[in-house]
């Protein structure tokens, strides 16, 4: 891919989409030599690979190569969240680390593109499953080519709702409050383990809703956007928030005043 400087969503999605495949197919490659490195971040119950390492080195030095010049966001390097006006690159290395620890093949490459906070295109690939999501804004959501809507649920009752719980045992015991409450009044709820994955699994129908408290922006740039592109309303998490909240039209609302309820304000 040569370096072209545009704005062109559908040629975003292209980038996005070459960077998730190429540190999709190394992380695979190191998953399957077995053997990885384990640090502590947060608490000892948040693990950083040397794969998540290497997985952002790569895909930072694709990006410098094919979008020189523009600044990315890491989740294991960090960096500028955004340039007022100019495109950020968000990456999550890998999405479910936990899962990738363990063998479980529900993790992903998370990539996308921003400007002013806003995600224009992206992609978030499953190495395991060889799988790859995409959206450009305004342009749909696809899976492996295959054009993505959301689920057509109408009732919260009958809904398959998603979320995660944060890696700090104070605030896990609030979360685990919160959806003690809400599993009485859902069909019944997933804690996959991938922020990104779950959000795809609201664009693919997968699951009717998703909620989390504690997502940080790689978490979300690329899943929000595809699961938006797919027909989901997304409420991204206001300043100062860490909440983010993505459903199918039909349960939104009623997703939201249910968590209300049950103490979402003070989780
Ligand atoms: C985590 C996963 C998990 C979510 C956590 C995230 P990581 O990301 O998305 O599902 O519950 O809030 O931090 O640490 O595996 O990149
Ligand atoms: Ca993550």
Redesign the pocket.
Known sequence: MSSVRTDDVEQLRATAVAVTQQVGDLVLRMRLAGADQVQTKTSDT??VTAA?RSAERLARRLLAQWRPGEPVLG?EEGGEGSTTGGLCWVV?P???????LYGLPW?AVSVAVQRDGQSLAAAVGQPAAGRLWSAARGGGARCDGVALRVSGATQLELSLIG?????RSERRARQAAMVAGMLPKIRDLR??????L?LCSVASGWLDGFA?H???R??WAAGALIATEAGAVVRLPPRGSDFLLAATPGIVDSLAELMAQCGADAV
């Open positions: 948040d693990v998540d989740e999550d890998i999405d479910g680390t936990v899962n990738y993790y979320t995660g719980f944060s890696y804690r996959a383990g991938s922020a990104a779950d989390e504690g997502l940080h790689w978490d």
